[in-house]
Structure formats: structure tokens, C-alpha cells
């Protein structure tokens, strides 16, 4: 029999009498992967904080017990001291700090507060090794990709000599080959001993390593599946999270195209830095009235990059191209004239570009708008609430008054916050960049049912996603695109998974 | 976690509890310095000259708060204030202008100096920390080199009247008292009720969160005592400072264009986040130009009032000024990083530095030791407006 390693009973936390944490129990066996899943706000990155002593012992209720002893952290120091180790979905690295120095930050190789060189390098080149990372210690982080700080941050783990790896959302940032580059070192990890815990929304990851499942909905836990069992499938999974089942994962629709509004001819964007680099290359498309399309690419193909340059030369330099709508040459130079043209991008980054999250929802829906809601620089702000009230209960947004502060609302409602934004503005084509990014099953249904109401009231809707299953759920059309060009367009019912991927990875080695 | 349905009013509530907490913080010194100085702080001179004394760093944090909600801030408004001030007293005493051409004059020269700094802050994307030390330096050395290391005094009547005089009593007065400042008091009082009222039905149709009629009351009750009361203080003295008329001019005006206005708006959207404000179509090169352009043409007005107070220019004038309206705008509960911020608090804030100042003053304190309390005030203040914060945000 194999004695569980970690055992968390009964768990109960609150915040200003609103529960977190509700008789939360779970039980991790040594040398297992073992996922957690459950819906933004569910409580999962709550339960972890508690393990780890972000939440100090007597701050809950209830019981650990690491390797059969009762832990009592105080503090991440405690926690660490015994082998838990905890990564979390922001990454913490300082970026003008050398991977070594990263490693062993706050844990040096030092003698009498003089640190040992050699030995760091040396730890860290082997460290390094160990979870195949081929760079160069001195490297400074800020020179990495996120994939590779990310092995990084558990090249740390590890030289904390860490018994119980906790990684919360490690492949959210991460394109297909680093996440599978991530999984594969998880697994080697299992291999050698090394427990872990992954959360993830991504429940096709979970399957492929997680051994054991736990299941947590509004602060319970609901279920632990054992992912070797037969009936240990995603649709099970995303029935116990979201407590209903979901017929498909996509609302119904029916496309009714129309005109063609947007064409991009030949636009060419260089990097704002690396001036002699083609960031997008010639590319060229259309979208119509009505239509939803797709653009598929691998993370660094250029498709966030062709999209904000669009909008109001937001990114890059040196741009080159033509912009037609409706069949006549527009300028789209500032952002500004970028709106009133009506094109609207709601970006992929909504805590950097999309929201003042220090501000409320009314004004973050009416910021882009402001003007409409104005007489001679005056704001009608009672006419502002009706407005912002009226997209609170459009959009489902879970907030008590549009006085809430949107930054402190869930990920999924604060993307409702951006879209509202955008939809208010008034937009003939809208570009939604990565719009499920970091949000929970419930609430992408819900953006997918906004997008179909979009494109039925006629608007030129262009999705951005890294999800393929997403782009051909909802996709009447679907661009490709890879090292900045454009590479394929399959019509949404004939396109699939494999075909997208070989436009996406065309003219690539 | 980030649930929010827990807390139903709470924000409203919350944030209206920060004003009032730097308020009461403010009655706190009043009736502190009040039995300090057994009752002298409070006598009707002394009333009129906290406000003719500190009108400048009233003026100035007007400024200042647009400024730091902008997420900048501005160094060089104490430079600004003796060159604008020099500029003035030139204009009148050495080339003969009319004292109210000199005070165009000297909000021209404001704004143009406030459009230097706002151009390399806006445009050219220096830190303003950076572009306001260097005016700082700039504007004291012209400054010197106006003045020679001189002084000019003399300055007519109307001039100095701006920031010493009182309106001309022309109601008459009524034992001793002058009608026209307790008139003038009484119609701010119903003006209040009356615009509270309209304020509070507004909300009523909206169904948003308002204050029971008892809070209303009780509130509205406190600032009526208030009123009058610093009315009859007046009105036995000289009658109502002509700065105060500016002074309640700019308060209302300025939480007028915050509150009301889309460039208001766009001020707090560009402190609150920068790229967001970008990405929505904010031209925001503009908005952080006309901020300095703003910020100018106030230090040039509050260089007009410190002149005036003065009688007359020095090279030395406006030192610290810019410390002390800083300080005002973060002791009125504004952020660091920008985005948050109001004009009341501002002003609060600015009341709290000045009230320590007359009452240490009267207690005949070291200017040493002055200082020093005067910037554990400061940490003070913001200390507890961090605390509270993380109190209400429950995190």
C-alpha cells in the first residue's frame, strides 16, 4: 500500500463571512500526478494558498498532513522547508536576473554572504540538464521565451529539493509544443519520484497526465475520479465542474453571410525593435457581413501582431497595405480613427491592454464610446449607467452593481467587461483576440453565444484563438497563419484539427 | 478568488468612508490644536489668515491632484510660483501695466511653462519626475536672473487684494458683522441642501445605493454648522477673503471636470492604465499635455495670490511649495501610481498641512521641529489610507 503523501481534511476558509473554502478534503499518493479542476472562482488557487502557507495555519479550519505528520505552515518558508513547492500561473522571476541567479534567489550558494559562483553555475547548468533545458546559466531570463522561464521556475522547484510540485495553470501562456515539452518533463518527473499537482483548465492535458483527478465547484469537492477508470472521460470531468452537461460545447447557429465589409490587402508589419523584421508579411484577407472568422497560428505567428497594427497601427513599425470597407480605401492610422471607422479589437492581454481595473464597470464599458455619451465635453453620466447597467445584465456580468470594481471580478466577467466595452462602441468588425483566454467552461459558452448574436446583427466578427477546437466550433471561415503570412483558408465545416495544424506550421522546419 | 456577490454596497460605502476618514482626521487636529492653544486657533484672525496663508498650496494641489491622477508629478510648481511671481511684479512696477493685464500675463507665462513641461512629458516620453526637477532648477534660475537677487514690492492695491484683501461690504453690517459674508454663506448652505437633494433623488431613479435620509441629515447638518459658522467668524473679522471666492471657484470647477467631463475621465483612465486608455481610442499625448498645461496656468495663478499676500516678489519665494502640495494631494487619499484621486481631498489634505502649521505656529514651535511633524503627517496619512484599503479589499 502506498501511503498518501499530502492529505487535506475538511478545509474551511473564509473571507469577510463569504466561504471560500467549504469542507474541502482531498488525498495526493506519492509519485502521482494528480489534477485539480474546477471553474475560475471554484476555490482551487484558495486551497493551494492554504497549503502552501500563503494562508498561515489557524487562518482556516481543518486538517494537513504531509508525509503522515500534521503541517502547520506559517509562511511559503514552512512549507518549502518540507518539500512543497508551488508555481503559480504568474511567473515570479526577476527578468534582469541570470537563470542561475533566478535558481537560487533567496536560497544562494554563499559563504558568509558571499556567493559561490562556481557552485551555482555548476547546480544550475545541472539543474538545468534535468529538466532539458539547453541555455546557457548566465542567460538573463528576460532573453527566454515563457515556456522555457517556465522550466525554469521548476529547475528552482527542484533545487529546493521539492517533494510535492503544485503548478497552477503552468501551460495557460504556453503554445502546443512547450506545453508538450511541460508534460513530458511532469511525466519524467512522476518517473522519478517527484509528486505533483496540476491545475489546469485544459482538461485534454489532465487526461493525458493526470492520474487521479479532484473535482472542486463553489468550494466543495465534489468528486476524485481515478483517470485510469473507464468512465474517466472530459465530458465527465466537465459535468462534475460545471454541474450540468453541456450538450455541446458550442451554442447552435445559423450563418447568414452577407456582403463582404473588411479587406486587408497586402499588409506588412516590422517588429518595433528589430526593425529589419517581418512581423506579418503580405498578408491578406476579407470578412463579410455576418460571417465569423478564424485565425489559427501558433503563439509568435503574427496574429496578434496583424490585428493591432490594424487597429490603429497599435503595434510595429514601418507598416505597408491597404484597408477597404465596404469597398472604399480607409485610413487607419490612430486608434481613434481606427474606432470611428468601426473596427474594434479586443485584445488578448485584458489586465495590460483591455481594462482600468482600479476603475469600475461602468467606466470601463463606456471608454471607448465616451463621445457618444457626451455634450460639449460634458458626460451624461446618468445616461452612462443606464448604458453599462443595461450590458450588466445583457452580458450576464456577475457583479452586485456596475459600481464594482472590475478588478475584482473573475476572469470570465472581466472579459464581458471588454467585450461590452467594444460591442458599445459600435463596431462593424470586431477583431476578439484570445476572448476564452483564462476563463471557465460556464462563461465561453456564454462568449460564444455573444459572438453568434454579433455576427446575426450583421457584424464582421474575427476570432483569434490557440484553441483549434474552439476556431472550428465557431468559425464559419478560417484563416492560417504562420511566421507572419497567411498560409491556408478552409471554410469552417471542411477544416480540422490535422489541416489546420499543417497550414500553421507551413514553410517552418 | 474573486467572488463579488458577497459585497452588495460594500465599494460605494467603502470608498465614502476614505473622504470621510481624512476628514475626521482633519476635525481631529482642528479640536486638537483648538485645546492646545487654549481656544486661539480658532479666533476669527486666525480663521481668515489659514485661509489667506494657505491659498497657495490650495491652488497648487488643485493642480497637482489632476497631475498625480494622471500617474504624474510635478516638482517644479514652487519655481513656477516666484517666476510667475517676478514676471507679475515686473509687468506692473517696471513696465506700468494694469494690475489685471499682469495677472493674464503671469497665467500666460503658466501656461506657456506648463506646455514646455508637458510637451517633453507628453511627446518626448520623459519621466515628469524627470522633465518637473529639471524646471525646478530652470524656473528658480530665471527666477534669479529676473530679479537680479533683488526684490520688487510696492504693488498697487488691486493687485495685492487678490490674495489680502476682502470684498468691498456692501450690504452694510448688521452689529458689527458683515451681512454680505453671512450672506454669502447661507446661499452655499441651501445651495448644498438643494443640489444634495437632486443628487439623492437621481440615485432614488437610478436604484443605486444611497445614503439613508438620517446619514444625509446628519451630514448635510454637520457642513450647514460648518458654514455658518466659519461665516460668523468672518464676518466679525474683514469680511470674506477674495481668495476664498477663487478658491471655492476652483473646487467646483475642478470636480466639475473630473467628475463630469469626457477629459476628466480621461485623466483617470490614463492613471488607471495607460495601455488600456490607448487601446480605447484615448489620445493620450494630449491629455498628459494639458495636464501640464493645466498644472501651469494653476502654479501661475498661485503665484499671482503668494505675490500678492507678499506685496511684492522675491527669488526666494514659493520654496517647498511644490513638497507641500504633493504632500496635500496624498494626505487627501490620491494613489501613487495614479488613477485615483479627488479635488475635496485635495483640499482636505491641504487644510490638514495648514492647520498644522497655524497651530504649531501659535504654540510657538521650532520650524525645525515644524517640519519634521508636518512629514510624519504625511507618512501617517498615507499609512492609513494603505491600511484601509486592504481592509476593505478583504485580501
Redesign the interface.
Known amino acids: 500500500m502506498n501511503s498518501p503523501i499530502l492529505r487535506m481534511l475538511g478545509i474551511e476558509k473564509d473571507f469577510n463571512g463569504v466561504k471560500a473554502l467549504d469542507e474541502v478534503s482531498i488525498e495526493v499518493e506519492r509519485g502521482k500526478v494528480h489534477g485539480i479542476c474546477g471553474e475560475n472562482g471554484a476555490g482551487k488557487s484558495t486551497l493551494m494558498k492554504v497549503l502552501s502557507g500563503v494562508y498561515p495555519h489557524g487562518s482556516y479550519d481543518g486538517r494537513i498532513e504531509f508525509e503522515g505528520e500534521e503541517a502547520t505552515f506559517r509562511s511559503i518558508n514552512d512549507s518549502e522547508a518540507v518539500g512543497i513547492v508551488i508555481i503559480h500561473q504568474e511567473l515570479a522571476l526577476s527578468p534582469y536576473l541570470s537563470i542561475a541567479e533566478n535558481i537560487f534567489l533567496g536560497n544562494e550558494n554563499s559563504k558568509r554572504g558571499v556567493i559561490d559562483w562556481n557552485k551555482t553555475n555548476l547546480e544550475a547548468s545541472s539543474l538545468l540538464a534535468r529538466v532539458g533545458l539547453d541555455e546557457n546559466p548566465a542567460t538573463k531570463v528576460l532573453e527566454l521565451g515563457v515556456g522555457k522561464q517556465q522550466l525554469v521556475e521548476i529547475a528552482k522547484a527542484l533545487s529546493k529539493r521539492v517533494k510535492l510540485l503544485i503548478l497552477d495553470e503552468p501551460t495557460a501562456a504556453l503554445n502546443d509544443e512547450d506545453s508538450d515539452h511541460l508534460l513530458d518533463l511532469i511525466e519524467h518527473l512522476r518517473g522519478q519520484g517527484i509528486t505533483c499537482i496540476i491545475i489546469s483548465h485544459k482538461l485534454k492535458e489532465i487526461r493525458r497526465i493526470a492520474d487521479t483527478v479532484t473535482v472542486i465547484r463553489d468550494g466543495k469537492t465534489i468528486e476524485t475520479i481515478d483517470m485510469h477508470g473507464p468512465d474517466a472521460t472530459q465530458a465527465r470531468i466537465i459535468r462534475s465542474m460545471v454541474g450540468r452537461d453541456l450538450n455541446s460545447m458550442f451554442p447552435p447557429r445559423e450563418p447568414k453571410i452577407g456582403a463582404e465589409i473588411l479587406r486587408v490587402e497586402d499588409w506588412t508589419v516590422y517588429h518595433p525593435v528589430d526593425t529589419a523584421r517581418k512581423v506579418v508579411d503580405n498578408a491578406s484577407f476579407t470578412v463579410r457581413a455576418g460571417e465569423v472568422v478564424g485565425f489559427a497560428g501558433l503563439m509568435g505567428a503574427g496574429r496578434t501582431e496583424l490585428a493591432m497594427s490594424l487597429f490603429g497601427r497599435s503595434y510595429g513599425t514601418n507598416i505597408s497595405g491597404r484597408v477597404y470597407k465596404n469597398g472604399e480605401e480607409i485610413s487607419v492610422r490612430t486608434v481613434d480613427e481606427a474606432i470611428r471607422n468601426g473596427i474594434a479589437y479586443a485584445t488578448e492581454d485584458r489586465k495590460k491592454y483591455g481594462l482600468n481595473l482600479i476603475g469600475d464597470i461602468t467606466v470601463n464599458v463606456s471608454a471607448a464610446a465616451l463621445a457618444t455619451l457626451a455634450k460639449y465635453g460634458v458626460i451624461d453620466r446618468h445616461r452612462e449607467y443606464k448604458v453599462a447597467e443595461s450590458y450588466r445584465t445583457r452580458m450576464n456580468i456577475k457583479a452586485p452593481t456596475v459600481s464594482a470594481i472590475t478588478g475584482k471580478l473573475s476572469g470570465g466577467n472581466q472579459q464581458k467587461v471588454v467585450l461590452s466595452k467594444w460591442i458599445f462602441a459600435g463596431p462593424d468588425i470586431l477583431f476578439l483576440d484570445e476572448p476564452t483566454r483564462g476563463i471557465d467552461v460556464g462563461a465561453k459558452y456564454e462568449i460564444y453565444g455573444i459572438i453568434n448574436e454579433l455576427a446575426a446583427a450583421g457584424k464582421a466578427v474575427v476570432v483569434i484563438s490557440s484553441e483549434l477546437p474552439e476556431l472550428l466550433g465557431i468559425s464559419d471561415r478560417i484563416y492560417a497563419i504562420s511566421d507572419g503570412r497567411i498560409t491556408g483558408e478552409v471554410a469552417g465545416v471542411d477544416a480540422t484539427q490535422e489541416s489546420l495544424m499543417h497550414y500553421m506550421t507551413a514553410g517552418k522546419d | 478568488?474573486?467572488?463579488?456577490?458577497?459585497?452588495?454596497?460594500k465599494?460605494?460605502l467603502a470608498i465614502n468612508f476614505r473622504q470621510y476618514g481624512i476628514l475626521a482626521a482633519l476635525v481631529v487636529i482642528v479640536v486638537l490644536f483648538q485645546v492646545l492653544t487654549n481656544g486661539r486657533l480658532l479666533l476669527p484672525g486666525n480663521v481668515n489668515n489659514l485661509i489667506q496663508q494657505n491659498a497657495y498650496v490650495l491652488i497648487l494641489a488643485v493642480g497637482m491632484v489632476v497631475v498625480i491622477i494622471a500617474g504624474h508629478i510635478d516638482l517644479s510648481v514652487g519655481s513656477v510660483v516666484a517666476m510667475v511671481g517676478a514676471v507679475s511684479a515686473i509687468a506692473t512696477n517696471v513696465w506700468g501695466l494694469p494690475w489685471w493685464a499682469s495677472v493674464l500675463l503671469a497665467l500666460l507665462v503658466g501656461a506657456l511653462v506648463g506646455a514646455w513641461q508637458g510637451f517633453w512629458v507628453a511627446f518626448v516620453g520623459i519621466p515628469a519626475f524627470i522633465v518637473t526637477l529639471a524646471g525646478m532648477l530652470i524656473f528658480r534660475g530665471l527666477t534669479l536672473v529676473l530679479l537680479t537677487g533683488g526684490t520688487i514690492s510696492g504693488l498697487p492695491d488691486q493687485f495685492t487684494a487678490i490674495g489680502a484683501g476682502w470684498l468691498p461690504g456692501f450690504l452694510g453690517e448688521l452689529g458689527g458683522r458683515d451681512v454680505l459674508t453671512l450672506g454669502l454663506g447661507l446661499v452655499t448652505c441651501v445651495a448644498l441642501v438643494l443640489q444634495q437633494l437632486r443628487t439623492r433623488a437621481?440615485l432614488r431613479r437610478?436604484e443605486?445605493?444611497r445614503e439613508t435620509l438620517t446619514q444625509l441629515w446628519l451630514k448635510n447638518g454637520i457642513a450647514i454648522v460648518a458654514i455658518m459658522w466659519l461665516a460668523w467668524l468672518l464676518s466679525g473679522y474683514s469680511g470674506t477673503p477674495i481668495i476664498l471666492i477663487i478658491l471655492a471657484v476652483l473646487i467646483l470647477l475642478y470636480t466639475f471636470m473630473l467628475?463630469?467631463?469626457?477629459?476628466g475621465?480621461?485623466v483617470?483612465?490614463i492613471g488607471?492604465?495607460l495601455?488600456?486608455?490607448?487601446?480605447?481610442?484615448?489620445?493620450t499625448k494630449w491629455v498628459n499635455f494639458y495636464v501640464f498645461v493645466n498644472m501651469g496656468v494653476l502654479a501661475g495663478l498661485a503665484g499671482v495670490v503668494s505675490t500678492a499676500r507678499a506685496g511684492g516678489a522675491v527669488a526666494s519665494a514659493g520654496q517647498n511649495y511644490e513638497l507641500d502640495a504633493i504632500a496635500a494631494v496624498f494626505i487627501g487619499g490620491a494613489?501613487v501610481q495614479g488613477?485615483?484621486g479627488t479635488v475635496v481631498g485635495a483640499i482636505v489634505g491641504g487644510l490638514v498641512m495648514g492647520v498644522l502649521n497655524m497651530g504649531l505656529s501659535i504654540l510657538s514651535v521650532d520650524a525645525a521641529w515644524q517640519m519634521a511633524i508636518k512629514g510624519l503627517v504625511l507618512l501617517l496619512a498615507v499609512a492609513f489610507d494603505i491600511f484601509n484599503k486592504r481592509r476593505s479589499g478583504?485580501?
Open positions: 478568488m474573486t467572488t463579488t456577490t458577497p459585497a452588495k454596497r465599494p460605494r437621481t437610478l443605486l445605493p467628475n463630469q467631463t469626457v477629459f475621465r480621461h483617470y483612465a488607471g492604465n495601455f488600456a486608455a490607448m487601446m480605447s481610442g484615448v489620445k494613489a488613477g485615483i478583504g485580501r
